[in-house]
């Protein structure tokens, strides 16, 4: 009975809306997946969309999908731009991945309001780079 299942618990894999500089010294938005963990995640699924409402009009982003090999322990990975003008809607990535030979899955949800600077910290592994990190 699904009651009986336990899923396992991701841990360790954070999602990060980063604000960066392009070679121009525009500002950009990236969002990048974090393995935190000692060890390799593998066979990660980052599945995206967005939705809520802008000027009173409904929005339903398409969802992407976003699949990589491998991340290193203690790496990071681009996932995709992020447009600054989905900042005003909840933005959803939900991150598959074997870890340790287990598969575990998990929703990292940046709710209307949160990628926003008075939220920005410095990113694991990234200098300068300030983002809103979710683990």
């Known amino acids: ?73 203690l790496d990071s990975v681009l996932v995709e731009p992020f447009m600054e003008e989905m900042r005003a809607v909840t933005n959803q990535f939900w991150v598959s991945c074997w870890i340790d030979g287990v598969l575990t899955d998990k929703k990292f949800i940046f709710v209307v309001g949160s990628i926003d600077e008075r939220y920005m910290v410095p990113l694991p592994w990234m200098g300068d780079v300030k983002g809103v990190i979710i683990r």
């Not at 393995?35 to 802008?54: A, Q």
């Open 1 to 73: 009975m699904k009651k009986d299942i336990d899923p396992p618990t991701m841990e360790n894999v954070a999602v990060a809306v980063a604000k960066e500089k392009d070679n121009l010294m525009n500002d950009i938005w990236n969002v990048y997946l974090f393995n935190l963990n000692d060890i390799k995640i593998e066979g990660v699924l980052v599945r995206s969309n967005g939705y809520g409402e802008i000027n009173g009009e409904k929005v339903k982003t398409s969802e992407l999908r976003h699949m990589f090999e491998e991340v290193s322990p």
